[in-house]
């Protein structure tokens, strides 16, 4: 089948490519890239996280929502770990381990949308991670940083050494993970055998995680929020996501013409002032829907204040995906494990790294975000759509951690303000405001970064294409089988075509 898919590694392109080229549709393309990547790609992704899509079915007049967001275990409690001497939540560990929502999404959404079963969609990454891959510059240097706390779990320094650039890395027990989901699907996973492979190893840990919470997952379809921006509506995911954040970002500029959001010191300062009002709104609103309401209007409302300062939020690392077929399917695939290599529990003999998610929640008891049983965090990742005249147009994201919303716009900026090329929108210099509120950091490439540096701001000028500055990807469909995507070089990602 004729189409095209953009991931953060070339590998990943490749496969989505091939199932293409094979006959499969976008969204098997897409989540045969998204579980390479879970292979080639550990510092940023696994099966054990969770993940959360946008898909444009072919012929449909609106896109739907996967919302693949894992709970917290039916003991996690506020009062649980204080009682363990903690006043924050950790960063790492089992207490941070929630439901992995990624393996039953890849389920849900062949199901309902694609045309090759589990199996076919799953058997490139499994032969990745069976046979090896050569190690790139970024998963190594990802390797070493991190080693020295990676190494205190055996079974992790085992499955995860700090190899160099040009290495091979071989995975073998999560070849046969992923060949077991492959044939007996997903439901091996949540309350199977390796579901209960994954609750021991986080119970024996002391994580909250049961075999009873793996198997009570259950992902929800959700109908996606939508925006006017320009002569464009735009898709957001609704909360648990921070969607609503890139939406309140937009609806301020939306109010601006479009030549004065060209980058350079201006720009970077309305961004600073974007970040603070958004991110406060926030750190009072967004939390799990189930458990409290979450108001849409403060964050459409470009006058609204919070009447709080925003909290600062750990960083963390994701990929993001986009693809698109002749039959007219779009996707929109954002995937993580919250931070580098999650809580760095990989369970035993199974090669599952398990995400660190939980880190989000709050200990503070009148926090709305705070930590209670079976809850879904407020969530960094955020896919986004746009259509054209009611036609599927773009998808476009980020990897970012808490920083998603304020790159997820720039490249909005680039793609429909400055009417950049996708390859240019996604590799444009950027600026960001760090997690805490301060520095701002600026790509030494951005305009006016010098002058910036020289200013009242607080300012940490970055290299070109930092890493810091996320992996972007984007796809703007220009007709029937015709599109244009870019895929973000501070990656080492590709674009890829079926033709």
């Not at 040009?166 to 073998?172: A, F, I, N, S, Y």
């Not at 950091?441 to 890493?467: G, I, N, T």
């Not at 810091?468 to 890829?496: F, K, T």
């Amino acid at each position: 089948m004729k189409g095209v898919i953009a991931t953060s590694h070339r590998l990943a392109s490749e496969a989505g490519a091939e199932m293409l080229r094979d006959g499969g549709n976008a969204i098997d393309a897409a989540i045969a890239a998204n579980a390479v990547l879970c292979v080639v790609y550990p510092h940023m992704t696994s099966i054990g996280g969770d993940l959360f899509a946008l898909v444009w079915p072919a012929g449909e007049v609106e896109p739907v929502g996967l919302e693949g967001a894992g709970r917290s275990g039916t003991g996690a409690t506020v009062e649980a770990m204080r009682e363990r001497g903690f006043d924050r939540m950790p960063e790492r560990g089992a207490t941070t381990v929630t439901v992995p929502g990624t393996v039953q999404a890849w389920g849900r959404l062949l199901e309902r949308y694609g045309s090759v079963g589990l199996g076919r969609a799953l058997a490139p990454a499994a032969a990745a991670a069976r046979d090896g891959f050569l190690v790139g510059e970024n998963l190594s240097a990802a390797l070493h940083t991190h080693f020295d706390w990676l190494a205190k779990e055996s079974e992790t320094a085992r499955v995860l050494p700090p190899l160099k650039a040009g290495m091979k890395l071989r995975q073998p027990e999560l070849a046969t993970t992923l060949e077991t989901i492959g044939r007996s699907g997903f439901g091996n996973f949540y309350f199977g055998e390796l579901g209960r492979a994954i609750a021991a190893a986080v119970e024996s840990r002391g994580g909250f995680l049961t075999a009873a919470d793996l198997a009570a997952h259950r992902g929800n379809w959700t109908q996606p929020l939508s925006m006017p921006y320009r002569d464009l509506t735009v898709y957001e995911l609704p909360p648990p996501t921070q969607g609503l954040v890139a939406m309140s970002m937009l609806a301020r500029l939306s109010a601006l013409p479009s030549e004065s959001l060209v980058p350079g010191a201006g720009l970077a300062r309305r961004m600073v002032s974007l970040r603070d009002a958004t991110y406060a709104l926030r750190s009072r609103y967004l939390t799990d829907p189930d458990f409290a309401t979450v108001p849409v209007e403060p964050f459409l409302d470009p006058a609204a204040v919070a009447g709080q300062a925003s909290e600062r939020l750990p960083d963390g690392d994701t990929v993001y995906l986009c693809a698109a077929d002749e039959e007219g399917n779009l996707v929109s695939l954002i995937q993580s494990l919250a931070f580098d290599f999650g809580s760095g529990i990989v369970v035993e003999g199974t090669g599952i790294l398990l995400q660190n998610r939980g880190c989000y929640f709050s200990l503070d008891p009148a926090h709305v975000n705070r930590l209670e049983p079976r809850k879904r965090t407020m969530h960094t990742l955020i896919p986004a759509l746009a259509a054209k005249g009611g036609r599927p147009y773009a998808a476009f994201g980020t990897m970012a951690g808490e920083g998603q919303p304020q790159i997820q716009v720039q490249v909005a900026m680039n793609l429909f303000d400055q009417g950049l090329d996708p390859a240019q929108a996604v590799a444009a210099p950027r600026v960001r405001v760090a997690p805490g509120g301060a520095p701002l950091w600026v790509e030494a490439d951005y305009p006016d970064a010098l002058e910036l540096s020289r200013s009242d701001l607080v300012v940490e000028l970055l290299p070109p294409r930092d890493q810091r500055m996320g992996h972007a990807q984007a796809l703007l469909v220009d007709g029937p089988g015709a599109w244009r995507a870019g895929a973000d070089p501070r990656s080492d990602g590709s674009v890829e075509f079926s033709a």
